[in-house]
């Protein structure tokens, strides 16, 4: 079975300061890989995705992944947070096979102070 | 834009109640999903559907049942409320089941 694992259960950064969050996975074949952010008092939405091509993908906000595929890993970067990034984060991994659903991580709370 | 609406943003239930939450989606999408959201968890899912009237068991089914009459609804049925099914109840729906989901603003239900 599928499994998505997040390092940080919360991370406090000050404003400026570079962002990387962890990602690992474990299913042996294809997958789609998906990045979600929960601002507060707000919907669930897509930071960013990986499906095949250029491992390093980049997505809304100045936010980007990494694919290592030997390293079954996806992690979340960004050179410089805002106050703005103050949100939960969720990594999430769907096998590219019929009959799955995308498995979520527990998630990581980021805290940014100005 | 895709909307993805749900009935209720808070829903306060007694213990043993029947409760039904609604979830509607304007975007003609096959694939339409229930998680629920609690701290520390993450998402966990508890039912999904590939096609109307067709549902499949998520990883915490237990205690829930879906109907999926009609292509744009899919509802979560608690046939009988209990205070550990308080949680955030979260919709989401996507056209392909590789595709990016949609996720509606959720449903807080309190089950007292």
């Known amino acids: 079975a599928q499994s998505v694992s997040q390092h940080n259960h919360h991370v406090i950064l000050s404003e400026a300061a570079s962002l990387e969050l962890g990602c690992n996975y474990s299913?042996?074949?294809?997958?789609?890989l998906f990045w979600y952010v929960q601002y507060p008092g707000q919907h669930l939405q897509l930071l960013l995705k990986y499906f095949s091509g250029d491992p390093l993908v980049k997505g809304i906000k100045g936010f980007e992944a990494e694919f290592i595929k030997s390293k079954f890993s996806f992690n979340l970067r960004k050179p410089s947070v805002q106050w703005s990034d103050t949100a939960e984060y969720f990594c999430?991994?769907?096998?590219?096979?019929?009959?799955?659903?995308?498995?979520f991580g527990k998630g990581t709370t980021l805290s940014v102070s100005s | 834009d895709v909307k993805v609406t749900q009935s209720s943003r808070y829903l306060v239930k007694r213990t043993g109640e029947k409760v039904f939450l609604e979830c509607v989606q304007d975007m003609d999408h096959e694939n339409m999903f229930w998680y629920r959201q609690d701290p520390g968890l993450g998402l966990r899912l508890i039912y999904f559907?590939?096609?109307?009237?067709?549902?499949e068991k998520g990883d915490i089914p237990e205690g829930y049942s879906v109907s999926r009459e009609k292509k744009e609804r899919f509802s979560l049925i608690l046939e009988s409320a209990s205070t550990n099914q308080t949680s955030m109840y979260l919709c989401a729906s996507t056209r392909e089941a590789t595709d990016t989901q949609y996720f509606g603003p959720g449903t807080r239900l309190t089950v007292l």
């Open positions: 999430a991994v769907k096998a590219n096979q019929a009959g799955t659903a995308l498995i």
């Open positions: 299913y042996g074949g294809t997958v789609n």
């Open positions: 559907s590939y096609d109307v009237k067709m549902k």
